[in-house]
């Protein structure tokens, strides 16, 4: 019912940006809130941002005010604008999706494959 491609991640140097997309493809249902999250080489995964089908927002403290999480509705599309980016930001990075489909009152997540980003100098 929902496929997620994610896109734009790859290696950037201290201080630089990337804007990572993705793409949902889903049929007789809706988008309620998207995320990304990320995973770090032996880590958990963290919750970094998510937004609402309204546009409400909410960031990870060691992310806000340097990344900005945006959506478009017509195109079941989150992308995470990231700027200042550090090298603890390294990680692979997934987005996620909350997806209803029509005449249920219940919802599923699904994942992206994830992207990589790096940062280096």
């Known amino acids: 019912q929902v496929q997620l491609v994610e896109s734009g991640g790859g290696l950037v140097q201290p201080g630089g940006s990337l804007r990572l997309s993705c793409a949902a493809s889903i049929s007789a249902g809706t988008i309620n809130a998207m995320a990304w999250y990320r995973q770090a080489p032996g880590k958990q995964r963290e919750l970094v941002a998510s937004i609402t089908r309204g546009g409400t927002t909410g960031y990870a403290g060691s992310v806000k005010g340097r990344f900005t999480i945006s959506r478009d509705n017509s195109k079941n599309a989150v992308y995470l604008q990231m700027n200042s980016l550090k090298p603890e930001d390294t990680a692979v990075y997934y987005c996620?999706?909350?997806?209803?489909?029509?005449?249920?009152?219940?919802?599923?997540?699904?994942w992206g494959q994830g992207t990589h980003v790096t940062v280096s100098s």
């Open positions: 996620k999706v909350d997806f209803a489909p029509y005449g249920t009152i219940w919802s599923s997540n699904y």
